[in-house]
C-alpha cells in the first residue's frame, strides 16, 4: 500500500534532549512537509522540502532541523533550543501542482 | 495575501441533519481550495479540492463544497450528518508562487448528537 509512515506514534523525552521524528512515504513524491500542530490551532509549517537535498525553513523553524537525503524520507529533528517542543507533529507529502498534501498519522511528542 | 478564515470553532448538529461548516478566503490571484477532516489523533485527510474546474465539488463520504468566487467562501456541506462525522476540520488555501505550501485555517470541530 501506498502511503505515509510516522513513527514513533508517541514519542516521551526528557528537557534537553535532541529527539528525532521519522517520515517516510511511497508515494514518489517530490514535496514533503513537516507541521507542528497545537491544541485549538491550525498546522503550523516548520520545514519543507521539494526536491532532494534541498530545504527551506516554514513559519515556525527555530529549534528544528531536517535533512532530505534520499526522496522517500524526510527526518525532523527536535533540538534542545526548541522552547516548547510538546507538541503533535504531521509530516506530509505532495506532487508538484497544488493537488493537494497527503499526510501521515502524526507524531505526538511529550518533553517533560 | 493569502489566508483563510473558518467562521466557526465549534458546530453541533443531530444526526441526520444537515451539515454547513463555513469557510471564507482571501487570495491575490486564482486559489486552489482544500477541505481537510481529521479524527482525533490521527493525520488529515483530504475529502475534496477545487482547483479552478467545476465550482460545486463532490468528496468522500458525502461532502461537497460550493466555490463562489463573488463571496469569497469555500463553505463544507453533507445533507445528512452521521455520527462518524464528528472530527475537526481545516479549510486550507495554496499559497502559491510556484509551490503547494499550505495556509491552514483553525479548524472546525463538529459534534454529532444522536
Known amino acids: 500500500d501506498g502511503g505515509i509512515t510516522q513513527s514513533p506514534k508517541y514519542l516521551f523525552r526528557k528537557e534537553g534532549q535532541n529527539v528525532t521524528l521519522s517520515c517516510e512515504q511511497n508515494?514518489?513524491?517530490?514535496?514533503m512537509y513537516w507541521y507542528r500542530q497545537d491544541p485549538g490551532q491550525g498546522l503550523r509549517l516548520i520545514y519543507y522540502?521539494?526536491?532532494?537535498?534541498?530545504?527551506q525553513k516554514g513559519d515556525i523553524a527555530e529549534g528544528y532541523s531536517v535533512s532530505r537525503e534520499k526522496k522517500e524520507s524526510f527526518p525532523l529533528t527536535v533540538t534542545s533550543a526548541q522552547k516548547n517542543p510538546t507538541a503533535f507533529y504531521l509530516c506530509?507529502?505532495?506532487?508538484?501542482?497544488?493537488?493537494?498534501?497527503?499526510f501521515g498519522p502524526g507524531t505526538r511528542l511529550t518533553v517533560t | 495575501a493569502q489566508s483563510v478564515t473558518q467562521l466557526d470553532s465549534h458546530v453541533s448538529v443531530s444526526e441526520g441533519t444537515p451539515v454547513l461548516l463555513r469557510c471564507n478566503y482571501s487570495?491575490?490571484?486564482?486559489?486552489?481550495l482544500f477541505w481537510y477532516v481529521q479524527h482525533p489523533n490521527k493525520g488529515l485527510q483530504l475529502l475534496l479540492k477545487y482547483t479552478s474546474a467545476a465550482t460545486l465539488v463532490k468528496g468522500i463520504n458525502g461532502f461537497e463544497a460550493e466555490f463562489k468566487k463573488s463571496e469569497t467562501s469555500f463553505h463544507l456541506t453533507k445533507p445528512s450528518a452521521h455520527m462518524s462525522d464528528a472530527a475537526e476540520y481545516f479549510c486550507?488555501?495554496?499559497?502559491?508562487?510556484?509551490?503547494?505550501?499550505?495556509?491552514f485555517g483553525t479548524g472546525t470541530r463538529l459534534q454529532v448528537f444522536p
Open positions: 486550507v488555501v495554496t499559497l502559491g508562487m510556484g509551490t503547494d505550501k499550505l495556509i
Open positions: 506530509a507529502s505532495s506532487i508538484k501542482g497544488a493537488s493537494g498534501q497527503y
Open positions: 522540502s521539494q526536491i532532494v537535498n534541498d530545504f
Open positions: 487570495s491575490s490571484y486564482s486559489p486552489s
Open positions: 508515494l514518489n513524491h517530490d514535496a
